[in-house]
C-alpha cells in the first residue's frame, strides 16, 4: 500500500508541533478546542440534576481483559501505552498525542473498571473524581461536543455503581458534573456538522429526558432522533457511512433507548421498532464465522461479544438474506465460506469524511478464519494510519497505478477529505442450484484512463473453490484511444495477520492458525507476496499480501490477458 503520511505512531514521541498539524489535518472541525462563551456556561449551569429516575442499563458488554490491564496501571491505546507511576491518573502525565487524549478522555474503558470486583469499582470511582478536579468545570480539548457526549453516556452506563457509591458529596459533584456535559452538548447540537457526534448527541438526549428529567422534553428529543435515523439508516437498515460497526453501535444505542422507554412504562415509538429491525438485519448480515463483523470503511473487526450480546436483545430472530442493494454490499456463502464484497458508491456528505476507497474489494473468510480482509481500520490506532488505509492500495482489490477508484475532494464545512464515487458501480447476480455468479464493474479510472473494472466471482458446492476474474476494458463508446502506451495495475489480496502465507509451484499456500488451508492459484505471470499491515483489531500488525502486477492494453476489449486476471481460491 501507498506510504501515509506519519507514520511514525509507536516508533517514538513526534513533536508537539507534528502532532498539532496532524490533529488539524486529520480532525479538522471536530478537533478544535470547544469554546465557552458567558452565555453558553449559564446555559449548561442550569438546574443541577435531582438524581436517576432511571438508569441505564448497558447492552454491549465489558471487556474484562481491558479492566485487568487498567488495575495493572497499564493503559494502552493503538500502540501507545502509558503506566503512571503510584497509581497516578493517566492525564497526570504527558499525553503521547492528542489523538491518545481524545481516546482517554472520552472513557471508553470505565464501565471495564468494574469487572474487577470492589477494587475495581473504587478504581472507576477515584479517576472519575480525579478527572473532574483536573477538567470538570471546562476545558477545551476535552469538552469538545463529540468526546463531551462519550464521556456522558459512558458514565450513564456505569449506573448506580458510580452515581450512588462513595461519600455522598462525591456523588453530588459526578452528578453536577454529568449534568453540565449533557448541557453542553445538548446547546451545540444544532451547529453540529459531524454524523457521529449528532447520532450520539441525540441519543444523549433521549436519554436525558428518561433518567433525569421525568420526561420532560422527551418527545422533541425523540422526534430529533426519528429524524436523525431516517438520516443515517438506508431504508435496508445499513448505515449511511457504509461501515458495519457504525451500524451496530448505532443499534445498540437504540436497543439501550428502547430499554429505557420500555422500563419507564412508556410507550416505544415505531420508528424506533422499525430501525432497530432492520440495523438488526444488518448486522446479522454481516456476521462472520467468527461473530465478529468485516472491516469495510471505517469499521473495525468488532468484538464477537458484542455482536452475539446486540443480537440477543432483538425481540425476534434477525431476517436473512444475501443481497442488501440501498447498502451496496453482496454476500456469498457456503457452508463455512463466507465472502461480502464490497459494490456501493461512496457515502454522500457528510458521511463520507471517513469512508474509504475499497470499490469492488471483498473479504473472504472460512468459519471462524479469516483469509482475504483488507489493512482495516481502528478508533484506537493513531489518525495517520486512520487516514493512511482510506486509499484503494489498502483493499483487496484492483488499482491503476497510484489512482484511487475513488476521487478524494475537499469538504468545506468539516475540513475533512472525502470520496467521491465510483461512476457506475453496479454488481448482477446470478443463483442456480449450488452455483453463485457475481458479476461487478465500475468506471471510477473511466475519465482518467479510459478503463472499466470489471470483477466476476464464482463459487458452487461445498464453497471450497471460489474464482475470480478481474479485468480491464475500453468501452466501445469511448473509441480508440490514440496512445497506445501501456497502463500499470496492481491488484491486491490482502492476508488477516493470522495467516501464513508461503510460495510454492502450485501457488501460494495461505494457512491460518484457527486451522483452515487454502491455496491461490493464478495463470498470471506476476504474482507475488509482500508486506502489509492490519489494524481492525486495535493495534498495528504485520501482514501478507498477495499482489498481482500488470500493464493494460489501453484498447482492449478486457477478454484477454493482460487486461484479464484470473484467479482462484482452493480449500486444501
Not at 34 to 42: D, E, I, N
Not at 194 to 213: K, M
Not at 325 to 354: C, E, I
Given at each position: ?58 447492552v454491549l458488554p465489558r471487556d474484562e481483559l481491558r479492566g485487568e490491564m487498567l488495575m495493572r496501571g497499564v493503559w494502552r491505546i493503538g500502540m501507545d501505552r502509558c503506566v503512571p507511576e503510584g497509581g497516578q491518573a493517566p492525564w497526570t502525565m504527558p ?84 449534568g453540565r456535559q449533557i448541557q453542553h452538548v445538548l446547546a451545540l447540537l444544532e451547529d453540529e456538522a459531524d454524523p457521529l457526534v449528532r447520532w450520539r448527541g441525540l441519543a444523549l438526549g433521549v436519554a436525558n429526558a428518561l433518567c433525569f428529567e421525568r ?358
Amino acid at each position: 500500500m501507498h506510504d501515509g503520511p506519519g507514520l511514525d505512531v509507536g516508533q517514538g514521541r513526534r513533536s508537539d508541533e507534528d502532532d498539532a498539524r496532524l490533529w488539524d489535518r486529520f480532525r479538522g472541525r471536530s478537533g478544535e478546542p470547544a469554546k465557552a462563551s458567558p452565555v453558553h456556561r449559564l446555559k449548561i449551569a442550569g438546574r443541577r440534576p435531582e438524581g436517576f429516575s432511571l438508569y441505564m442499563r448497558p447492552v454491549l458488554p465489558r471487556d474484562e481483559l481491558r479492566g485487568e490491564m487498567l488495575m495493572r496501571g497499564v493503559w494502552r491505546i493503538g500502540m501507545d501505552r502509558c503506566v503512571p507511576e503510584g497509581g497516578q491518573a493517566p492525564w497526570t502525565m504527558p499525553m503521547p498525542s492528542r489523538h491518545y487524549a481524545d481516546r482517554l478522555h472520552r472513557f471508553d474503558w470505565l464501565v471495564d473498571l468494574f469487572t474487577q470486583g470492589e477494587a475495581g469499582a473504587d478504581r472507576a470511582r477515584f479517576l472519575v473524581d480525579d478527572w473532574i478536579r483536573n477538567f470538570g468545570r471546562f476545558e477545551g480539548f476535552s469538552w469538545r461536543p463529540g468526546c463531551a457526549a462519550d464521556r456522558a453516556w459512558n458514565w450513564m452506563r456505569c449506573g448506580a455503581a458510580l452515581f450512588e457509591q462513595g461519600e455522598s458529596q462525591l456523588t453530588e459533584i459526578r452528578l453536577e458534573t454529568l449534568g453540565r456535559q449533557i448541557q453542553h452538548v445538548l446547546a451545540l447540537l444544532e451547529d453540529e456538522a459531524d454524523p457521529l457526534v449528532r447520532w450520539r448527541g441525540l441519543a444523549l438526549g433521549v436519554a436525558n429526558a428518561l433518567c433525569f428529567e421525568r420526561g420532560r422534553g422527551l418527545a422533541d428529543a425523540l422526534d430529533g432522533l426519528e429524524a436523525e435515523c431516517t438520516a443515517q439508516f438506508f431504508p435496508d437498515g445499513g448505515h449511511v457511512s457504509r461501515a458495519p460497526t457504525r451500524g451496530l453501535r448505532c443499534l445498540a444505542d437504540l436497543i439501550a433507548l428502547k430499554d429505557l422507554l420500555t422500563r419507564g412504562d412508556r410507550d416505544v415509538p415505531e420508528f424506533m421498532t422499525r430501525w432497530i429491525d432492520r440495523a438488526g438485519g444488518m448486522v446479522a448480515f454481516f456476521t462472520s464465522g467468527d461473530g465478529a463483523l468485516p472491516t469495510f470503511h471505517d469499521g473495525d473487526e468488532s468484538w464477537p461479544e458484542a455482536v452475539t450480546a446486540v443480537l440477543g436483545e432483538l425481540d425476534s430472530p434477525p431476517r436473512r438474506f444475501s443481497v442488501a442493494p440501498k447498502s451496496g454490499f453482496h454476500k456469498l456463502s457456503k457452508h463455512n465460506t463466507w465472502l461480502v464484497l464490497d459494490a456501493g458508491a461512496a457515502p454522500a456528505l457528510p458521511y463520507g469524511d471517513r469512508a474509504h476507497s475499497g470499490a469492488l474489494s471483498f473479504e473472504l473468510h472460512d468459519g471462524d478464519a479469516r483469509i482475504v480482509t483488507s489493512c482495516g481500520w481502528s478508533a484506537e490506532v493513531d489518525i495517520d494510519f486512520q487516514e493512511a488505509v482510506r486509499r484503494t492500495s489498502a483493499h483487496s482489490t484492483l488499482m491503476i497505478g497510484d489512482e484511487d477508484a475513488c476521487r478524494f475532494t475537499h469538504n468545506d464545512e468539516t475540513r475533512l477529505l472525502y470520496p467521491v464515487g465510483p461512476d457506475g458501480i453496479s454488481a448482477k447476480r446470478l443463483e442456480e442450484e449450488d452455483e453463485i455468479w457475481l458479476d461487478a464493474q465500475h468506471g471510477g479510472y473511466k475519465a482518467s484512463r479510459g478503463f472499466l473494472h470489471r470483477r466476476r466471482l464464482f463459487m458452487a458446492g461445498g464453497g471450497d473453490r471460489l474464482t475470480g476474474e478481474d479485468s480491464l476494458a475500453r468501452p466501445v463508446s469511448a473509441g480508440r484511444a490514440e496512445d497506445e502506451t501501456a497502463v500499470p495495475y496492481v491488484i491486491r489480496f490482502h492476508l488477516h495477520p493470522t495467516i501464513s502465507a508461503r510460495a510454492s509451484d502450485e501457488g501460494i499456500l495461505l494457512t491460518s492458525s484457527h486451522g483452515p488451508t487454502w491455496r491461490f492459484k493464478t495463470s498470471h505471470p506476476d504474482a507475488t507476496l509482500s508486506a502489509s499491515i492490519y489494524m481492525a483489531r486495535g493495534i498495528v500488525e504485520p501482514c501478507q499480501q498477495i499482489v498481482l502486477s500488470g500493464a493494460a492494453e489501453p484498447n482492449s476489449d478486457g477478454a484477454r490477458p493482460p487486461n484479464c486476471v484470473r484467479w482462484a481460491f482452493l480449500k486444501v
